[in-house]
C-alpha cells in the first residue's frame, strides 16, 4: 500500500506546478488554437486510417516483401527525431513546401505515423486472428462498421491520443518546416517561455494538458455511442 | 482501397530514408577534421552520451519493474494512473519540472544542479517511464508464469529465477524500447532547450540551433552532425540486434505459451 | 522422509478448493491423486511445491512444516503438463542449471538416464514432445530433489509414447528410491504407476489406501482386471477359448455397435469385455492377456 501512494504521488506531484501560479485566461493567440485543433484533427485521422489499413494488411499478407516492409515502417524510429527532421526539411524545401500547411503535416504525418502502426498492429495481435478471421467473411462494409470498429475502437482512441501528443510536442519541427508561418499552442508556448510571462506560460501549459485530455474523452464518448446505436440496429 | 493505403504508408515510411541521403548529401561539403577537433561539438557529444545514458537506462528499470509490480500484485489505479504522463505533450512536462525545480515558487534545485541536467534527465524519466511500462505491461500480461515457477522448483536463486524464467522474454521489448528511446531523447530540442544550459548544449539543441540562427558559415555543419549520429544510433541497433538475432530465434521457436 | 498433509483448506475468491484435505504419503513410494479436473488436486501439488499458500493447514516433511520455506530452497522439485524447457538455453544446458554444481558432466549423466545422451547441444525445438518431457524428468531430477512432484505430465503425449514413459518414470522413481506424488485424472494412469492412491472429489477426500484396497473396495475405480496375480488394464486383455483363467458367460449386451458380454470368475468376480456374437451365454470360456 504505501509503495502504491509513494509511487502515484511521484508521478503526480509535477502537476501541482500548475497550481503555483493562476493562469492568463487570454484569447489573443486564436489563429494558434486553430492551427493545433486543425492538425490535431487531420493527422489523427490520417493515422488511424492508414495505420490500421497497413496492420490489417500485414496481418495477413502472404508477400515475400512482409518482412522487409514490417522493418521499413518500423525503421523511422529508430532514426533520431532531429535527423529525420533536418533531412525532410532539404527535402520539403527541394518541393518548395517550406512554410507552407501541407508541409508541416507531412512532417508530422513522417514522425508519428510509425508509432501509430505500431500501436495498430499491437491491438490487432491483441484481439487475435482467429475472431478477425471471422470478420474478413462479411462484406467489406459490414465488416468495418459492425465488427472492425467496436473491436478497435479502443486502438484507434489511442492512436489519436498518441498522434496529439506527439504532435503537440512538436517546436523545432514546426518552426522550421513552417518557417514561423504557422503558430501553434506550442510554438506560442515557447515565446511565452522566452518573454518570461509565468501566467500566459501556465495557460499554454493548460491548454497542453487540456487538449488530450478532451481528445480522449470525446473518442471515449463517441465510440460508446457508436456501439450503442450499432448494436440498436442489430436488434 | 487498402492498396492505395499500404502504398501510402511506404511511400510516407520511405520519406525518413530518403531524408538520411538528402542529409547526406547536404554534407558533403563538411570539414570533417574541422568538425572532429571543434570542442563545443565534442562538449555536446559527452553530454548527450550522458544524458541519453542515464534517462533511458533509469526509464527502463523502472518501466520494468512497474510493469512486473503491477501485474504480479494487480494493482490496477497504479496501472491507470502510471500511464498519464504519457498524455502530456513533452514540453509542457519540461515546463512543469522547470516550474517546479526553479527558484521562483518551486525547490529552486535548478540553479545549483544545472550543469548535470537532472531537471532535463528527470523529465525525460518521467514521460519515458511510462512509455517502457506501456511497452512492458503487453509482455508480462502475456508471460508464461510457468517458466519462473519451473525456475522455483529446480532450487534456483531469485536472481536465476528472473535471469531464466523472465529476462529471456523481455530481450524484444526491452530492445526495441531502448533504441526507440535513444533515437528520441538523444537528438530532440524542445526538452532540453527549454531546461538546458547553455554550455555544453546537447547535441539537438546545439545543431537545430546553428540550423537555424544562421549565424554559422559553415551551414553543412548540422546535417554533417546530424548524419555521424544517426550512423551511431543505427550501429548500435544493428549491432544488438544482430548479436540477439539467434538467441530471440531460440527463444521464438522454443517458448510455450 | 514421509510427507503428510494436514487439513490444508483454499479458497479462491468466493470457491473452495481445497477443504481439509488429509493424506500421508509414505516414503519411496508413487503416491497418486485421483480426481477429475476442478477437483484441486493440482492445487494441493501447488501448496506442497511451494507456489502457491494455504488458508489453513499444514505439510509437513519429516514432521517439519514446510510452508514457510521458499519454493527454491524446498528440495520439492515438478513436472508439469508442458516440459516448460527454458527457451534460451540448449537442452543440455537446461539440465546444467538445474544442477547443484553448474556441473555439465552430471547434466550428462542425467540425460544418459533419460536415453538422450547425444543431445546435449540440441534446440529445444529439435525434440519431440516425449523427449522433452523426458528432457524436463532429467533436469527435475538434476536439481537432487527429496520429492518428486508429477502434475498429469503425460497429458500431452500420444498413447503408445504416454504407456513408455509412464513405466520408464516409475521405473526411475523406483530405482533411486525417490518419494512421487502423481496428479492424474485417469485412474489407468494411477494404477499402472502408483503404489498408494487418494481419491479427492471437489476438495475432499473420499478415499485413501493402496491400489490393491481400492480396485476391491471402490466401486469403478479403473479398468482393470486381476489376472495371474497383478492388475491389467481391460485394454490388455481378451477372452479366449484357450488358455487363460477360466470364467463364465452370464450376459451379453450390444452398445455402440459392438457385442459386451458379462463374465464371472470363479472367485465372484465379474468383467465386461468385448465379445465375439457367436459366443454362448452360460458358457465356460478363458481370459487371458493379448499376445504381443
Keep these: 500500500m504505501i509503495r502504491q501512494v509513494l509511487i502515484i504521488s511521484l508521478v503526480l506531484i509535477p502537476f501541482v506546478s500548475l497550481f503555483l501560479a493562476i493562469p492568463a485566461i487570454e484569447f489573443e493567440n486564436r489563429e494558434a488554437i486553430f492551427h493545433s485543433i486543425g492538425l490535431i484533427v487531420l493527422l489523427s485521422a490520417i493515422n488511424v486510417w492508414l495505420a490500421t489499413a497497413f496492420a490489417w494488411w500485414l496481418l495477413w499478407t502472404e508477400s515475400k516483401w512482409r518482412y522487409i516492409l514490417e522493418w521499413l515502417v518500423f525503421l523511422p524510429l529508430f532514426i533520431p527525431m532531429l535527423a529525420t527532421l533536418f533531412g525532410l526539411y532539404l527535402i520539403l524545401a527541394e518541393a518548395g513546401l517550406i512554410g507552407t500547411y501541407i508541409g508541416v503535416s507531412l512532417g508530422l504525418l513522417v514522425v508519428t505515423l510509425p508509432y501509430s502502426i505500431r500501436l495498430a498492429y499491437n491491438g490487432m495481435a491483441v484481439i487475435g486472428r482467429p475472431l478477425l478471421e471471422q470478420a474478413r467473411l462479411l462484406p467489406m462494409r459490414r465488416r468495418f462498421v459492425y465488427v472492425l470498429f467496436p473491436l478497435f475502437s479502443r486502438t484507434m482512441r489511442t492512436i489519436a491520443l498518441f498522434t496529439t501528443v506527439i504532435l503537440l510536442s512538436q517546436f523545432a519541427l514546426i518552426q522550421l518546416i513552417g518557417a514561423g508561418l504557422i503558430p501553434t499552442v506550442t510554438t506560442e508556448l515557447y515565446q511565452s517561455y522566452a518573454g518570461n510571462n509565468l501566467s500566459l506560460a501556465l495557460s499554454n501549459t493548460w491548454m497542453l494538458i487540456f487538449f488530450p485530455v478532451l481528445i480522449y474523452f470525446l473518442l471515449s464518448g463517441w465510440s460508446r455511442w457508436m456501439v450503442r446505436m450499432l448494436k440498436g440496429r442489430l436488434q | 482501397m487498402l492498396r492505395s493505403s499500404v502504398a501510402l504508408t511506404i ?216 548524419l555521424v549520429w544517426t550512423c551511431l544510433v543505427g550501429i548500435g541497433v544493428f549491432t544488438t540486434y544482430f548479436f540477439t538475432a539467434s538467441v530471440r530465434r531460440r527463444i521464438e521457436r522454443g517458448v510455450r505459451r | ?238 477372452v479366449s477359448e484357450t488358455a487363460g483363467e477360466p470364467v463364465q458367460l452370464m450376459k451379453k449386451i450390444y452398445r455402440f455397435g459392438q457385442c459386451f458380454g458379462e463374465y464371472h470368475f470363479e472367485d465372484g468376480r465379474s468383467v465386461m469385455l468385448s465379445t465375439e456374437e457367436s459366443f454362448q451365454i452360460g458358457m465356460m470360456y478363458r481370459i487371458k492377456r493379448k499376445e504381443g
Excluded: C
Design chain 2, 11 to 226: 511511400l510516407v515510411s520511405l520519406l525518413p530514408l530518403a531524408a538520411l541521403v538528402f542529409l547526406g548529401v547536404e554534407s558533403i561539403g563538411t570539414d570533417w577534421r574541422v568538425l572532429l577537433s571543434d570542442e563545443t561539438w565534442r562538449d555536446s557529444l559527452f553530454t548527450t552520451f550522458y544524458v541519453v545514458s542515464v534517462s533511458t537506462v533509469l526509464s527502463l528499470i523502472l518501466g520494468t519493474w512497474f510493469a512486473r509490480t503491477v501485474v504480479k500484485k494487480g494493482w490496477h489505479l497504479t496501472s491507470t494512473i502510471l500511464k498519464i504522463p504519457m498524455f502530456v505533450p513533452h514540453i509542457a512536462a519540461a515546463y512543469l519540472f522547470w516550474l517546479l525545480f526553479s527558484g521562483s515558487g518551486g525547490i529552486g534545485w535548478i540553479e545549483a544542479n544545472e550543469r548535470n541536467y537532472a531537471t532535463v534527465i528527470l523529465t525525460y524519466i518521467w514521460k519515458e517511464t511510462p512509455f517502457v511500462f506501456l511497452m512492458m505491461l503487453g509482455t508480462y500480461e502475456q508471460l508464461n508464469r510457468s517458466y519462473v515457477e519451473t525456475a522455483k522448483t529446480l532450487q534456483l536463486s531469485p536472481l536465476d529465477q528472473f535471469k531464466h524464467g523472465e529476462l529471456p522474454f523481455l530481450i524484444k521489448p526491452l530492445l526495441d524500447s531502448t533504441w526507440i528511446l535513444v533515437a528520441f531523447i538523444s537528438f530532440a530540442y524542445e526538452v532540453p532547450a527549454l531546461l538546458g544550459v547553455t554550455y555544453p548544449k546537447l547535441l539537438g539543441v546545439l545543431a537545430y540551433e546553428r540550423l537555424s540562427t544562421g549565424l554559422y558559415l559553415e551551414a553543412t555543419e548540422p546535417y554533417a552532425v546530424a
Design chain 3, 1 to 238: 522422509m514421509s510427507l503428510n498433509v494436514k487439513a490444508i483448506r483454499k479458497q479462491f475468491g468466493t470457491r473452495q478448493i481445497l477443504n481439509s484435505v488429509d493424506f500421508e504419503v509414505q516414503p519411496h513410494d508413487i503416491h497418486a491423486i485421483v480426481g477429475v479436473s476442478g477437483s484441486g488436486k493440482s492445487t494441493i501439488l501447488r501448496i506442497i511445491a511451494g507456489l502457491e499458500t494455504t488458508d489453513g493447514g499444514d505439510v509437513l516433511w519429516n514432521n517439519k512444516s514446510l510452508l514457510n520455506i521458499p519454493a527454491h530452497k524446498r528440495r520439492v522439485t515438478m513436472l508439469s503438463q508442458s516440459a516448460l524447457l527454458f527457451p534460451h538455453l540448449t537442452v543440455g544446458e537446461n539440465v546444467t542449471l538445474a544442477t547443484r554444481s553448474r556441473s555439465r558432466k552430471q547434466a550428462e549423466e542425467w540425460l544418459q538416464v533419460v536415453r538422450l545422451g547425444d543431445r546435449y547441444d540440441a534446440e529445444i525445438h529439435e525434440l519431440s514432445g516425449g523427449e522433452q518431457q523426458r528432457v524436463s524428468l532429467a533436469r527435475a531430477l538434476a536439481a537432487e530433489p527429496e520429492l518428486l512432484l508429477l502434475d498429469e505430465p503425460f497429458t500431452n503425449l500420444d498413447p503408445k509414447l504416454k504407456v513408455d514413459l509412464q513405466r520408464f518414470i516409475r521405473d526411475l522413481v523406483k530405482e533411486l528410491k525417490l518419494t512421487a506424488i502423481l496428479v492424474t485424472h485417469d485412474r489407468e494412469e494411477a494404477m499402472l504407476m502408483a503404489d498408494r492412491v487418494t481419491l479427492l472429489e471437489s476438495g475432499e477426500v473420499t478415499r485413501t489406501g493402496t491400489v490393491e484396497q481400492l480396485y476391491d473396495t471402490a466401486p469403478g475405480f479403473g479398468d482393470f482386471v486381476m489376472l495371474e496375480g497383478e492388475l491389467r488394464p481391460l485394454a490388455e486383455v481378451e
